[in-house]
């Protein structure tokens, strides 16, 4: 199962990025995905999470500003924004699985991204 990001780049304070996060080599279905990010000496942030069942989580720093989806047809989700700010400069990975929400609960899922770098420029 491979997890392929794109989107990222270099991107101006309140313009706009959209992440996806596409899968292939699945016969299965995702059911939970999430996106992550880090920056160099610090942990790895969850950023934000759904899961079947409208279970979706963001994190502090990004609500009201993040927006993670997914396309119905296909295993390939999203994460956006039109406003994002110079400290959301990371570098952002995808994880996906086929579980539930309460089996991801410790960051535990089966499959991730290489990552991509957003940048985002004042």
């Known amino acids: 199962v491979n997890l392929v990001e794109s989107g990222g780049g270099l991107v101006q304070a309140g313009g706009s990025l959209r992440l996806s996060c596409t899968t292939s080599?699945?016969?299965?279905?995702?059911?939970?995905m999430a996106w992550y990010r880090q920056v160099p000496g610090k942990e790895r942030e969850l950023v934000a999470s759904?899961?079947?069942?409208?279970?979706?989580y963001y994190s502090d720093s990004v609500k009201g500003r993040f927006t993670i989806s997914r396309d119905g047809t296909s295993n390939t989700f999203f994460l956006e924004t039109d406003s994002p700010k110079p400290e959301d400069t990371a570098m952002y990975y995808c994880?996906?699985?086929?579980?539930?929400?309460?089996?991801?609960?410790?960051?535990?899922?089966?499959?991730w991204g290489q990552g991509t770098q957003v940048t985002v420029s004042s």
């Open positions: 759904m899961s079947t069942g409208d279970n979706t």
């Open positions: 080599g699945t016969f299965f279905t995702i059911n939970s």
């Open positions: 994880a996906a699985g086929p579980g539930l929400y309460s089996d991801y609960v410790n960051d535990n899922y089966d499959y």
